[in-house]
């Protein structure tokens, strides 16, 4: 009886863990777009529900939207050079930081667009490297929409 305790003590543990951890959502960065109280840069917290997309910052809920009125996901990257951190290292050891300078950095943004009747809005997020393939099949998934990789996109003129 003990075992069986023990046992179940050990499996539940985890599960509660996990799913508390699901429920607080993935950590994002605020690019722009059409949130007008929330500057560039700013953290928030990403929150998918089956009926609905939430943006939190600081416990206080930014917005609301509803699967049903997403129009479009995409993903796109900036890509670039670690110009300030080879000069850093330059200073300490000029072969260093040559050798930074050749490395790259990338970002990863998602972008949501949205019409929920006569409300139209949209905005872009930065997501960690780790999360935002997860980020990408969550908001798929919900929504039913597939992302588009705007790096792949070409303007013709």
């Not at 929330?38 to 930014?62: H, P, S």
């Not at 796109?76 to 950095?105: C, E, F, P, W, Y």
């Not at 139209?120 to 997020?125: D, E, R, S, T, Y």
Request: contains cysteine; charged residues 20%.
């Amino acid at each position: 009886m003990k075992r069986l305790i023990a046992l179940l003590l050990t499996l539940a543990l985890p599960c509660s863990l996990f799913a508390a951890d699901a429920q607080s959502g993935y950590k994002v960065a605020y690019d722009g777009g059409s949130l007008t109280d929330t500057k560039a840069g700013a953290g928030l917290k990403l929150q998918i529900a089956q009926d609905k997309i939430v943006f939190v910052q600081d416990k206080r809920e930014l917005v609301s939207i509803p699967t049903s009125a997403i129009t479009e996901i995409s993903y796109g990257q900036d890509v670039h050079r670690r110009v300030g951190a080879a000069i850093g290292l330059a200073v300490i050891s000029l072969g260093i930081g040559a050798l930074m300078a050749l490395t790259k950095s990338k970002k990863h943004y998602v972008g949501l667009t949205w019409a929920d009747g006569d409300k139209k809005g949209g905005l872009a997020m930065q997501c960690d490297k780790n999360e935002y393939r997860g980020i990408l099949a969550a908001l798929e998934g919900v929504t039913g929409k597939k992302a588009v990789n705007s790096d792949a996109m070409t303007v013709k003129n």
